[in-house]
């Protein structure tokens, strides 16, 4: 297994001040409006306006690929996450989040059982901050959920409260409101 970065390419290691102009043909490229043998071409032309190395054609279209390669997969997470965004409304947030931390916790079991010799400490470490992650996401979102009963119950019982009074109701038809229809409990 490789360690390291690897070698530079010839992209990498140009100077500084050819940085907007590498950032300038990425952009380009994610444009999609013209070639890439196009944008190479312009790409050099403001090299050479510098004084600086050229790009070759193979690094220029591995860059590309790599590039074309990250924009396709950003592109597929948005569609994935545009898919399911409805179904993360704020009554169903907590239920998602009880799915999703479940579905982390099967994937570390399959990795766990698929493989077990092939794992490393680093990859060990990185499975067991997920789980953490996911545990900690999963109390914050019952915490988040206990609070919004608890305000919802509040307000519920100050309204039912509230419109008691102006009814006229006694104490102990409001205390019956509370409980019987809202089932909020009877405060002492």
Do not use: C
Not at 12 to 36: K, Y
């Amino acid at each position: 297994m490789a360690t390291g970065r690897g070698r530079l390419s010839s992209i990498d290691t140009l100077p500084e001040e050819a940085q907007e102009d590498i950032a300038w043909a990425m952009a380009e490229l994610n444009r999609r409006q013209r070639t890439q043998a196009e944008i190479l071409s312009d790409l050099n032309g403001r090299l050479a306006d510098k004084g600086l190395e050229l790009i070759s054609k193979s690094a220029f279209n591995r860059r590309s690929m790599r590039l074309a390669n990250a924009a396709r997969r950003i592109a597929e997470g948005r569609a994935l996450f545009e898919g399911i965004a409805p179904q993360f409304t704020p009554d169903r947030v907590d239920e998602s989040n009880i799915v999703l931390g479940e579905l982390i916790k099967m994937l570390i079991a399959e990795l766990l059982d698929d493989e077990p010799g092939a794992l490393t400490p680093k990859n060990s470490m990185e499975m067991a901050r997920a789980y953490l992650a996911t545990i900690q996401g999963q109390k914050l979102s019952a915490e988040r959920r206990t609070k919004l009963v608890a305000d919802f119950e509040k307000k519920a019982s100050e309204a039912v409260a509230k419109v008691g009074k102006a009814k006229g109701l006694t104490e102990e038809t409001v205390a019956t409101l509370r409980a019987e229809i809202l089932g909020v409990r009877r405060e002492a």
